[in-house]
């Protein structure tokens, strides 16, 4: 029996410190919280202990290779030649040939030698990571506000905060540790909570205030609110003055309040109501309902600029992205697709160099663009412009939208899948390359409020079962083999490579050693010395309060705010609701949505069984209404989704917490995505995944029957 292990569950971004036990034969005997981490004090939830001790998924245990249409078992040497020969082949006819998709489920390590490989050694332009799919537009409306990407408070902030707007999210199922401080606040005397979501979730249930729009016009409601505000007198003119730029801008662009309104669907007295709650210390948290939308940039930079115009920066105040898979902001800080390492910009030629000269590359094989984004390079995939696709504890094929055209064009690749579990995308690859999972790989993680903690291992892997770096430092071994100094990658060497190269940047990792961790569990970035930790971004004032921070100017010696811009200012936005990518019509009258589950995370290659008990999780919500005004279209209790795209037949569970006229469908199930649509945010490359018009028809037996199956979509991660 192993001594109890610190590490970090790694079954969403909330970060909650663990101690975990395995016995001689290798088995978890159990997980539980650890009083001492300071991102949760011992508090755990049913998902996470669950699906860490007995996760459900079918384990990959040995190498696959395809051979008359069939995954064979092999061996490493055999996997590992038949890759790295047709990496190199492909490389031969340009770097763009391979692309790489990685994943949020990776440890940092993990993701820094996979990206550094795929932009340092491969040169590729198609490399991204699943956490495009969830986090991107939140990313880039953090980089245009403050010029630097992640959330400014941090859950220390939540117990300041008289009131909580949750935006698009549902904490309560996706959450459930953080919510339970949220909810503890909100609950006070003085605490509020008001959720903005079109379906009355959980966490609607429990709010103060709940506003629904329809769904895909977050962005009308929100400039409405702006304007309400401003209409009002509720504006910060002090804070305005001092510390932000653009306001007068914003303002002239603002909708009329009735109209913008009357787009999103919301009585004027919500909108009203919602207007006033900026009026106390608030904090805003907003999910994938807002990112996930082809204005989802826009959208979270509306709700920067209703903290902005309000004031509300600074402790106990401010925007707060909640994130959904374990390591997004990992991968955000070690190997974005948009930056280098610490958000160093992609373009700029010192920071190019910097890079270089670190991985011992030349300047001109790093990729000149930061490519497409997940949604599309599988488009590319799809054009036959790129020969080889390597994809890393992702399920694309589950998690992406327009799933039919995502199987069709990795199907015409060659793929290489890496993954510890069988999964959709797995059983269209080429050649499985079989990974550790959570509690056999060591390394290190970050939470959604950048707290940097270790993942370790309790138990050996099974024995055919490789570390993701050691798979990494295999394939670049063969095929750029100068770019790692050894071939068996060592998580601590990878850290502290990374965290050097992001000493001086706005994510500064230099003062967070794995020796730190072991005595400190968990520290914020930025962290430039090997004692402090960040605290709220872009204020400078221990020990002030939030009246302190907002009213602090420039020229306070306590105090003092500095946001990473040309300016030094923080920005207004003016972006304005142009509809949405489908409207409903003749056709296809209803909209269909997505949400989570409870219990379930991810494209469900863990959760799967579970949610097949009673057959109730794969059912389609709706209104009794929208059955009553759909009748032909039911036959023994199930119905056919049919959108532009493909067709699906599910069961059907009437429920009032859905609004009429919206389909509401579990993001796990993989044949969700065969309905919703690919269209994208051009500014953040985020798809479109939470509104899409669709029509009902009785089933005829030929389409994709997905109520005996269910798995997990939002996020693709699998692996961890
Ligand atoms: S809230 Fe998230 S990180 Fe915490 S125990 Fe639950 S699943 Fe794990």
């Known amino acids: 029996m192993t001594d109890r292990e610190p590490t970090t569950c790694m079954r969403c971004a909330v970060g909650c410190g663990y101690q975990q036990r395995a016995g001689d034969d290798g088995e978890f005997l159990d997980v539980r919280g650890d009083d001492d981490h300071p991102t949760n004090g011992g508090k755990t939830c049913s998902r996470g202990v669950r699906e860490t001790i007995d996760p459900s998924g079918e384990r990959v245990t040995e190498p696959l290779i395809r051979r008359g249409g ?24 340009g770097n763009d040939n391979v692309a790489v998709l990685g994943s949020g489920q990776q440890t940092n390590e993990a993701a820094y030698a996979l990206g550094k490989l795929a932009r340092g050694g491969f040169g590729t332009r198609y490399y991204d990571a699943n956490t495009t799919l969830c986090m991107a537009s939140a990313v880039q409306a953090y980089v245009q506000a403050f010029g630097s990407d992640a959330p400014p408070p941090t859950y220390d902030d939540i117990p300041d905060a008289e009131t909580h707007v949750i935006w698009g999210a549902n904490p309560k199922i996706a959450h459930p540790v953080l919510y339970r401080r949220i909810a503890d606040s909100a609950g006070g005397d003085d605490g509020e909570l008001i959720v903005v ?62 109209v913008a309104a009357e787009t999103a669907g919301v009585p004027v007295e919500r909108v009203s109501e919602l207007a006033a709650a900026f009026d106390a210390r608030t904090l805003v948290y907003w999910g994938m309902g807002v990112n996930q939308s082809v204005q989802g940039t826009g959208t979270a930079r509306s709700l920067i600029d209703l903290c902005l115009a309000t004031g509300n920066l600074g402790p106990g105040s401010g925007p707060f992205s909640l994130t959904g898979q374990a390591n997004s902001m990992g991968n955000r800080v070690c190997a974005s697709k948009s930056s280098w390492p610490g958000y160093r910009p ?54 992406m939208p327009d799933a039919n ?14 993954d510890a579990f069988r999964s959709d995308t797995v059983e269209l690859a080429d050649v499985v390359l079989p990974a550790a999972t959570w509690g056999e790989s060591e390394g290190t993680v970050m939470n959604m409020e950048r707290r940097v903690s270790r993942v370790s291992a309790a138990r050996e892997p099974p024995a055919d079962v490789r570390q993701d770096v050691d798979i990494i430092g295999a394939v670049a071994d063969r095929v750029v083999s100068d770019l790692f ?8 060497a990878l850290f502290d490579e990374v965290s050097a190269l992001t000493r001086g940047t706005t994510a500064d990792l230099s003062g967070i050693s794995y020796e730190r961790l072991s005595e400190e569990l968990a520290v914020r970035w930025p962290a430039p010395d090997e004692t402090g930790e960040g605290g709220y971004r872009y204020y400078d004032g221990d020990g002030a309060d939030a009246e302190d921070a907002r009213d ?24 304005s609701h142009r509809g949405v990518p489908e409207p409903i019509d003749e056709a296809y009258p209803l909209t269909l949505t997505t949400g989570r589950r409870p219990d379930a995370y991810n494209t469900g290659v863990r959760t799967r069984p579970d949610a097949d008990d009673d057959g109730s999780a794969t059912a389609a919500r709706m209104h009794p209404e929208t059955i009553a005004d759909n009748l032909r279209a039911f036959d023994r209790g199930e119905t056919v989704i049919e959108s532009r795209r493909s067709a699906v037949t599910v069961g059907v569970a009437p429920d009032a917490h859905v609004p009429p006229g919206l389909v509401w469908l579990p993001v796990h199930n993989p044949a969700a995505n065969r309905l919703t649509l690919s269209a994208a945010d051009p500014e953040s490359a985020e798809p479109n995944l939470k509104q899409c018009a669709v029509a009902l028809r009785a089933p005829d037996r030929t389409t994709t029957d997905i109520t005996g199956s269910s798995g997990q979509l939002n996020g693709t991660g699998s692996h961890s």
């Open 70 to 93: 069939t995954l064979r078992p092999t061996d490493w040497d055999t996997v590992l030649g038949t890759v790295s020969v047709r990496i190199i082949e492909a490389l031969r006819n």
């Open 197 to 258: 979501d079109p379906v009355e979730s959980e966490t609607a249930a429990d709010a103060d205030l709940h506003v629904s729009p329809e769904p895909g016009t977050d962005l009308a409601l929100a400039r409405a609110v702006l304007a309400q505000v401003v209409d009002d007198g509720l504006v910060d003119r002090e804070f305005i003055e001092h510390h932000t730029e653009g306001f007068e801008a914003m303002v002239g662009s603002l909708p009329d309040v009735d």
């Open 346 to 399: 992609f373009d700029d030629t010192a920071h190019r160099k910097a890079i270089a000269n670190a991985w011992g590359v030349p300047l001109s094989r790093l990729p000149d663009s930061s490519g497409p984004g997940f949604v599309r390079i599988i488009d590319e995939l799809a054009r036959d412009n790129v020969d080889v696709c390597w994809t890393v504890a992702t399920n694309p094929v589950a998690g």
């Open 405 to 418: 055209h995502v199987e069709s064009a990795l199907e015409d690749t060659f793929l290489i899948v890496q």
């Open 485 to 492: 100094d050894s071939t068996r990658l060592d998580p601590e």
């Open 552 to 575: 602090a100017t420039p020229d306070d010696a306590d105090g003092r705010w500095s946001f990473p811009t040309d300016s030094g200012r923080a920005r207004f936005s003016n972006a």
